[in-house]
């Protein structure tokens, strides 16, 4: 059965950082696409950043400030994000396309989905 489990969210305030893992199960890191994603309330899911074999991508949000790593060890992929600013807060997933490399942020591409992890920034 595969399953993605995020963990790490908080609340924190501005200029913090934060870790968030995202560990999956039934399926390999390895060789897959792992984007990480995040909705604000009110606003449309967005892609922040995703791990392949094909390489890493960052968004222009967080790209000067955020890194994206795996475990394959642990089956785990990690978006350490430090610098943290209010406009961050947001729910954050993790999503897999299983056996492939990434075909950009398109949402519809992700074959499973975690249930997010909430990050917080205050000011």
């Known amino acids: 059965q595969v399953r993605l489990l995020e963990s790490g969210g908080g609340s924190v305030q501005a200029g913090g950082s934060l870790t968030l893992s995202c560990t999956a199960s039934g399926f390999s890191v390895t060789g897959s696409c792992i984007g990480w994603f995040r909705q604000a309330p009110g606003k449309e899911r967005e892609g922040v950043a995703r791990v392949s074999k094909a390489g890493v991508y960052l968004a222009d949000s967080v790209k000067a400030r955020a890194t994206i790593s795996q475990d394959n060890a642990k089956n785990t992929v990690y978006l350490r994000m430090p610098r943290l600013k209010p406009e961050d807060s947001a729910l954050y997933y993790c999503?897999?396309?299983?056996?492939?490399?990434?075909?950009?942020?398109?949402?519809?591409?992700?074959?499973?989905w975690g249930q997010g992890t909430q990050v917080t920034v205050s000011s």
């Open positions: 999503a897999a396309r299983v056996d492939a490399v990434c075909d950009g942020f398109k949402i519809p591409t992700y074959d499973y």
